[in-house]
């Protein structure tokens, strides 16, 4: 009667012949986390930067609309504030608009800095495995032969 191949020796031994190297693997997860932290900091500072120009914005806002609703003495002098208040009210947006602008254009730089960077990193990274990997299998198929 034919003998059962053991199969936990079996896959042990297949799994042997690949090492794994998880340095590299620790090193990717590293990576990741650091590109992660500095992603969400460009993020975060952005999100900041937008709410100050908001608040500022609203406040500005809310001081023209309390002088505009101030009583006046003459009918058309309510005419000349709506006037100076929405004038105004476009001045201040379009300044703000170009201040939302110019955060989107930081925000975009430092995320393509960031990619390629990182990209820069993964690619080096993945050249020192595939000649670490190469050197492996080229030592552990001498091995092979030798055996022989």
Known sequence: MAKAQDMNTMMKDMMGAFPVDTKAMEDAFQNQA???????????????????????WTKETLAKLSEMTKA??????????MTDF?????????????????IAKKVQTDTVELMM???KEM?????????????????AAKKASAAK
């Open 117 to 119: 960077s990182a990209g």
């Open 123 to 139: 690619q080096e990274d993945a050249a020192k495995a595939v000649k670490k990997a190469t050197d492996d299998v080229s030592s």
């Open 34 to 56: 650091a590109l992660n932290e500095k992603l969400s900091g460009v993020a975060l500072e952005a999100a900041e930067k937008s709410a100050e120009i908001s608040n500022k």
């Open 72 to 81: 006046k003495t003459e009918p058309a002098d309510y005419a000349k504030a």
């Open 86 to 102: 929405t004038s105004a009210n476009a001045e201040v947006a379009a300044e703000n608009m170009a201040a939302f602008a110019e």
